[in-house]
């Protein structure tokens, strides 16, 4: 695949789903949420998105303003000549009106076209206007190669939708490159970031945000983290973003609370707080996050109910998607010289290691939350304890860095080919490459750990590199403050463009207009690199 943006498969549906992206949004501009009219016909406002997309299935998803029942219509062509109808589920309150319907037995790398009616439930006839969106299913031939993006980080530190500066206007660049799928590697909302309707900057201007009730104060209701989630849809790049690309969605801290982990107890000091048990917001954020996105492992009546999971993406890919925060041990200095729960619990690190060795595709992209050889400190209970894997000591893995060298052995040992890992989470883009002759722990083949976001957050430092896997960091663009606002740049994405004759890898870290800042090619068939 040429990296050059050319006019693609989907190109030529941009102005048509622009124009169904932007149907008429419940008012929620200015200080007020979102009102529903009841009178007329169910209408779609935010949009449809689609999900977890294989060679032969896909899961497409739409939020009514009012019951309904959600029916999908698939054709290979835009005019929806021999269409195929698909009947969904009944939306109600009970799911905040939202639904996914699963498309299975489709055609394999080919594009789906698709639009969604909501039906009146008493009267089938009466449908709203429909929604339209496109998609391309997974290629088993390897010649058609594979392209996607990932980042992370939406409206943090009370940056949010600026009408002034467009909106979240990285969506539309990433728009522009005509990507297979997106990943969005964490921190969808930011549930303990309210937004205010100004913030001031540091060279005397003023930021505006679109402003809502339910992003007011901090969410610790089910109604508060739902207002989170459809805020970001008020965005009309993100909306016209989800018509277009499909997504590979997992959650980290912000989709509950910083830096949060099971079993923890808000300090009564946070008096944001009237909710002090985070597991019973984790309950609530999980319920909020499984309804605005489609996730083949959260659907209703899902066997396993899950975030974790190995999605396939032809011969050349497998992504292994990660869950860094469900299943982790407790914040702490993190010097423990034994840790068999760490940072993934241990069933999610067998299943890791069981699909590693099942897979047979030429890539493994190990789609992580949080990084593994960046020092992310956490100060939120006042005490000097680590947020993700590495603690700073160079020297021989202590605490979290247990499992994850555990797992660099594993993947070594059984020689397993083509790992990568894709992270976000720490608000600047970098490139890392793992070597174990730099190393304090030597027992596993070289790796790259490539990270990027925010998408549409403040931007902060580089974080400091911890020596145990002997990182080096080989690029990287930060600011030198902290919390540099969207409107300072530094908002950054990353893209894998796969070559489907030579196999070759290549990695690009981009910002927020799209504007490469490094590349790196990676070839196929080695342990380490």
Request: aromatic share 10%.
């Amino acid at each position: 695949m040429s990296p050059v943006p050319l006019p693609g498969r989907r190109s030529v549906l941009r102005g048509s789903l622009a124009a169904s992206a932007a149907l008429t949004l419940p008012a929620a501009i200015g200080a007020a949420a979102p009102a529903f009219a009841l009178s007329g016909r169910p209408k779609a406002g935010w949009g449809v998105q689609t999900g977890d997309v294989t060679a032969d299935s896909g899961l497409v998803w739409v939020r009514s303003d009012r019951p309904a029942r959600m029916v999908v219509e698939t054709s290979a062509t835009e005019s929806f000549r021999s269409a195929r109808r698909w009947h969904g589920p009944l939306l109600g309150a009970d799911s905040d009106f939202t639904g996914t319907t699963r498309l299975r037995g489709l055609p394999s790398g080919e594009q789906i076209h698709y639009r969604v009616l909501l039906a009146d439930p008493d009267d089938p006839r009466r449908t709203g206007e429909p929604v339209t969106g496109t998609f391309r299913t997974t290629s088993a031939r390897r010649r058609d190669g594979v392209r996607f993006l990932w980042s992370g980080d939406l409206a943090g530190q009370g940056w949010g939708i600026n009408p002034d500066l467009g909106g979240y206007r990285i969506y539309d660049a990433m728009g522009k490159l005509d990507p297979d799928f997106f990943i969005c590697s964490g921190d969808n909302i930011y549930a303990d970031g309210p937004i205010a309707a100004t913030a001031a900057l540091p060279d005397g201007s003023t930021w505006r945000n679109i402003t809502t009730e339910e992003k007011a104060k901090v969410a610790e209701t089910l109604a508060e983290f739902r207002g989170n989630f459809r805020y970001n849809l008020l965005d009309e790049n993100l909306r016209r973003f989800n018509a277009q690309v499909p997504s590979i969605i997992q959650w980290d801290d912000h989709e509950v609370r910083n830096n949060w982990y099971p079993g923890q107890t808000i300090l009564d000091s946070d008096t944001r707080y009237t909710e002090k048990s985070v597991d019973t917001l984790a309950v609530r954020a999980r319920r909020a996050f499984s309804e605005y996105f489609p996730i083949s492992t959260l659907r209703p009546g899902a066997k396993d109910g899950r975030v974790y999971r190995v999605m396939h993406q032809g011969p050349l890919l497998d992504v292994f998607v990660l869950d860094m925060r469900t299943y982790r041990n407790a914040n702490s200095p993190d010097d423990q010289t034994v840790d068999p729960q760490g940072i993934l619990g241990a069933e999610q690190l067998e299943w890791l290691k069981r699909e590693l060795s099942r897979s047979r595709a030429v890539w493994k992209v190990i789609a992580a939350d949080m990084p593994l050889g960046l020092v992310v400190p956490d100060a939120t209970e006042g005490k000097a304890n680590i947020e993700a894997v590495a603690q700073g000591d160079p020297g021989a893995p202590l605490g979290r860095e247990l499992q994850i060298a555990e797992l660099l052995r594993y993947i070594k040992h059984r020689r397993i080919t083509g790992t990568v890992w894709l992270t976000a989470d720490v608000h600047h883009t970098s490139a890392q490459h793992y070597q174990p002759s730099r190393a304090a722990f030597t027992d596993f083949e070289p790796f790259w750990e490539f990270v990027s976001g925010p998408l549409n957050a403040g931007a902060f430092p580089a974080s400091a590199l911890d020596g145990t896997f002997g990182p080096e960091r080989v690029f990287v663009k930060a600011p030198e403050t902290a919390n540099v606002s969207p409107a300072g740049g530094y908002q950054f994405f990353g893209e894998v463009d796969i070559d489907g004759h030579s196999g070759e890898l290549t990695v690009r870290l981009r910002e927020q207009d799209g504007t490469v800042l490094f590349t790196k090619v990676l070839q196929p068939g080695r342990v380490g690199q």
